[in-house]
């Protein structure tokens, strides 16, 4: 069949044939025409007629998908795969009420201008229409919708860092962020939702003109209470629901605020309903209310325990209070006044909790709620009874983790409790309090990830990262000891590593170094650490030059520990810069230095394996590698284990052992379990490797795109590793002989267009 396919000049390699017509593998459509036209080539009296038949037959087929097929082989068209937008938008949980104008005129808008700035007061609905429109508009935009938070971001500098988090973009230059950023997006056609940006309003506002100027397909929707004040802005000022005037009762059961009290008291009390007998107090109450969905929503949350007459009276009581107050702001005083009324409702703990919660940046979970803030007068158990009570009165805001529930507060919400914190005089006690707690959680993580409980402390890691981030800022600024801040900063290294966020990593690792330079063990941790990211990032040098420093330090101090974790650092350094034979030497006197059984030695194991596979000791380098399995699964570790995996898959690709496939697919499963989004794009690009020696060359270059795509998000293409980079250049002129240049390119170009979890599923052959 493939030398029928040669000689109809179809661009298809026999493994594609072979693995339609065992149905090993799902074929691409383009594999399927080719298939088709050969055993129509082959078959006795099968001429035109037939081969017409089956083109009657296709176009049909692509009649009914539509007119947005593509060109396959053959010049029959492929029919198009269901379009699944791109992004990161959440669900709604809710009802959307109102703003039927608003989401008209701003889909408009959005067609014609590139930066469109929604500002108001706070709880006027700015980040809910923000997510609206943005969910209506996504399916415009190639690459999707994408949604940053920025509510929790405190410091300016971690602006940059929280959008390239949530695009999931490679860093690659820890010292300009917003440069390298706007060069990561420069060719995406996407719309990104910038939510909350008053709080680094400069900041956000030099990296919109940055983003905006590098990437002419980028799309920004700002939320932010002032406009941003850059050029080409379009400022759109998010008015209040409209409120009942005071005629007909009749007319209020369709006025835009009145049915989102009717929908969020029904969802409070499911009993509660809109009557003649209500609906007056309803309309009057939604219009003191002024029309902020914010204030709406919590009062709809009272006809648990008042009717919407009594929430009337009492509200009114309180306004005329506040108003008459010196100093009270005639605009918008409503929203305060349900603050105001809500706290009154809340028990003395509750109130407590609510003002203590205010130093969280969010999300966080009931452990950390009951730590930070669970002191007198509140004990751990008052403490979740306040939290429970808080989340029943939409005070606090559960969220959904990857450690489950979490919870967080409203910026509004924040603020007025942050307000209440003050008046208290607790806020340094609880600045103190949290800044221990997420330290602490940090170092815990760190000592007991290395086991069968690794991924779950990675996720507790990603639940925190706010609070955490917000504890080493506040530590840098508050004269903590600079030994427990390098400490810390060390202790997150795998963090960064798996998750790839390895400028971030480098950048508060070189922030915590430059606090002392007194040597210590915890300066040694955090050179080691800085140094590890360093050469994972391509930056060979650096990282060199940070493993004989810590080494010096080590040997100083007389700790064996540090002093092999530098050597084994050194190797590796060595091994990526091409010298094989050093970094043999190196890696094999690290090991003879100590007995020990942890993940110094299991990288040991690896690095030496590699080395000899590089240098084509197969033989040898498998011993190795299988030594440094065997401490992985005695303690049960699955982050390194997985590269050691790849590692002896690479050894039997090199070998043309059939049984490497196995081995990375393993490596694969692993990585995704933990959610290694630096790790994956090795094994997938290695995958290609072995797809393109088994004469797969098409499913080879589907491969290679998508690998390239998820190096685009996490580092540089196989870290920079020289012998590693070879054999990828090797297997890419091999393909592009097999299929020429323009076949490679198309293919290529389809998988750097699927998204992480589809490279994932082509890669495992899903």
Not at 730 to 743: D, K, P, S, V, Y
């Given at each position: 069949?493939?030398?029928?396919?040669?000689?109809?000049?179809?661009?298809?390699?026999?493994?594609?044939?072979?693995?339609?017509?065992?149905?090993?593998?799902?074929?691409?459509?383009?594999?399927?025409?080719?298939?088709?036209?050969?055993?129509?080539?082959?078959?006795?009296?099968?001429?035109?007629?037939?081969?017409?038949?089956?083109?009657?037959?296709?176009?049909?087929?692509?009649?009914?998908?539509?007119?947005?097929?593509?060109?396959?082989?053959?010049?029959?068209?492929?029919?198009?795969?269901?379009?699944?937008?791109?992004?990161?938008?959440?669900?709604?949980?809710?009802?959307?009420?109102?703003?039927?104008?608003?989401?008209?005129?701003?889909?408009?808008?959005?067609?014609?201008?590139?930066?469109?700035?929604?500002?108001?007061?706070?709880?006027?609905?700015?980040?809910?229409?923000?997510?609206?429109?943005?969910?209506?508009?996504?399916?415009?935009?190639?690459?999707?919708?994408?949604?940053?938070?920025?509510?929790?971001?405190?410091?300016?500098?971690?602006?940059?860092?929280?959008?390239?988090?949530?695009?999931?973009?490679?860093?690659?230059?820890?010292?300009?962020?917003?440069?390298?950023?706007?060069?990561?997006?420069?060719d995406r056609r996407m719309l990104l939702v910038l939510d909350n940006c008053e709080h680094a309003l400069a900041a956000c506002a030099r990296l919109v003109d940055a983003l905006l100027e590098a990437a002419p397909g980028l799309t920004v929707l700002a939320t932010s209470r002032r406009s941003l004040g850059t050029a080409g802005e379009h400022v759109w000022p998010v008015a209040p629901l409209t409120v009942p005037d005071g005629g007909a009762n009749g007319q209020a059961t369709t006025n835009p605020a009145v049915q989102l009290f009717t929908n969020r008291a029904a969802a409070a009390w499911p009993d509660f309903s809109l009557t003649g007998a209500n609906i007056g107090d309803v309309a009057e109450l939604c219009r003191h209310?002024?029309?902020?969905?914010?204030?709406?929503?919590?009062?709809?949350r009272w006809t648990r325990t008042l009717s919407p007459r009594q929430i009337r009276e009492h509200f009114l009581d309180r306004h005329r209070l506040r108003s008459s107050s010196p100093g009270g702001r005639a605009r918008h005083q409503s929203l305060h006044t349900v603050l105001d009324h809500s706290h009154d409702l809340c028990s003395p703990g509750q109130r407590t909790l609510w003002a203590r919660m205010s130093v969280f940046a969010g999300p966080v979970t009931a452990e950390d709620v009951c730590s930070v803030a669970g002191f007198d007068p509140l004990d751990a158990d008052s403490a979740l009874t306040a939290l429970d009570s808080l989340v029943d009165q939409s005070i606090v805001v559960p969220v959904d983790t990857p450690t489950g529930r979490g919870y967080t507060l409203l910026e509004t919400v924040r603020d007025y409790g942050h307000h209440r914190l003050a008046e208290t005089k607790e806020q340094p006690l609880l600045r103190e309090r949290h800044q221990e707690w997420f330290m602490a959680l940090v170092h815990q993580a760190y000592t007991r990830s290395y086991g069968p409980d690794q991924a779950c402390w990675l996720s507790r890691l990603r639940t925190s990262i706010n609070d955490i981030r917000l504890a080493l800022d506040n530590a840098c600024h508050d004269g903590t000891d600079p030994e427990h801040v390098q400490v810390t900063a060390a202790d997150l290294w795998q963090y960064w590593m798996v998750n790839g966020r390895l400028a971030e990593g480098r950048s508060r690792l070189e922030r915590a170094l430059s606090l002392s330079a007194k040597p210590t063990y915890s300066l040694c941790r955090a050179l080691w650490a800085c140094g590890y990211l360093a050469f994972v990032h391509g930056d060979h040098g650096v990282a060199r030059d940070h493993a004989k420093r810590a080494l010096e330090i080590a040997r100083s101090l007389g700790n064996t520990e540090s002093e092999y974790g530098a050597r084994v650092l050194l190797a590796l350094t060595t091994l990526g810069r091409g010298g094989l034979s050093r970094s043999l030497e190196l890696a094999q006197g690290s090991w003879s230095t100590t007995?020990?059984?942890?993940?110094?030695?299991?990288?040991?194991?690896?690095?030496?394996?590699?080395?000899?596979?590089?240098?084509?000791?197969?033989?040898?380098?498998?011993?190795?590698?299988?030594?440094?399995?065997?401490?992985?699964?005695?303690?049960?570790?699955?982050?390194?284990?997985?590269?050691?995996?790849?590692?002896?898959?690479?050894?039997?690709?090199?070998?043309?052992?059939?049984?490497?496939?196995?081995?990375?697919?393993?490596?694969?499963?692993?990585?995704?379990?933990?959610?290694?989004?630096?790790?994956?794009?090795?094994?997938?690009?290695?995958?290609?490797?072995?797809?393109?020696?088994?004469?797969?060359?098409?499913?080879?270059?589907?491969?290679?795109?998508?690998?390239?795509?998820l190096w685009g998000t996490t580092a540089p293409r196989l870290f920079r590793f020289e012998g590693l980079v070879a054999l990828h250049r090797?297997?890419?002129?091999?393909?592009?002989?097999?299929?020429?240049?323009?076949?490679l390119v198309e293919l290529m170009e389809q998988g750097r267009g699927l998204g992480f979890e589809d490279v994932v599923r082509v890669a495992v052959g899903d």
């Open positions: 069949m493939a030398e029928q396919a040669r000689i109809l000049e179809l661009r298809v390699s026999a493994t594609s044939l072979r693995n339609a017509a065992s149905g090993e593998r799902f074929p691409s459509l383009a594999t399927v025409t080719a298939f088709v036209r050969v055993c129509l080539s082959l078959t006795p009296g099968a001429g035109k007629e037939v081969l017409s038949n089956w083109q009657q037959r296709w176009g049909h087929l692509t009649e009914r998908a539509g007119d947005d097929g593509e060109e396959g082989a053959g010049g029959v068209r492929e029919v198009p795969s269901a379009r699944r937008p791109k992004g990161n938008l959440p669900a709604e949980t809710d009802s959307f009420v109102g703003r039927d104008d608003d989401l008209r005129a701003l889909a408009h808008r959005l067609e014609r201008a590139r930066l469109v700035t929604l500002t108001g007061i706070g709880g006027v609905g700015k980040s809910r229409l923000a997510r609206r429109v943005a969910a209506r508009r996504a399916t415009a935009h190639r690459d999707g919708a994408w949604l940053v938070e920025l509510a929790p971001v405190t410091d300016p500098e971690a602006v940059a860092w929280t959008v390239a988090t949530a695009l999931g973009v490679q860093e690659d230059d820890p010292s300009d962020a917003v440069a390298q950023l706007a060069r990561q997006l420069r209310l002024e029309g902020l969905p914010l204030s709406i929503e919590l009062a709809a007995d020990g059984s942890g993940f110094m030695r299991q990288l040991c194991a690896s690095v030496t394996g590699l080395a000899y596979t590089l240098q084509g000791g197969l033989d040898e380098g498998m011993a190795w590698l299988a030594r440094s399995r065997e401490i992985a699964e005695r303690h049960g570790e699955i982050w390194h284990h997985s590269y050691n995996l790849w590692a002896m898959g690479l050894n039997l690709l090199l070998r043309g052992d059939l049984s490497a496939d196995g081995y990375l697919r393993h490596a694969l499963s692993l990585k995704a379990s933990i959610g290694d989004r630096l790790g994956i794009p090795a094994v997938v690009e290695t995958l290609a490797w072995y797809a393109q020696e088994q004469g797969d060359d098409e499913h080879a270059a589907l491969l290679l795109g998508g690998a390239e795509a090797g297997t890419h002129g091999r393909i592009r002989e097999a299929l020429g240049q323009e076949r």
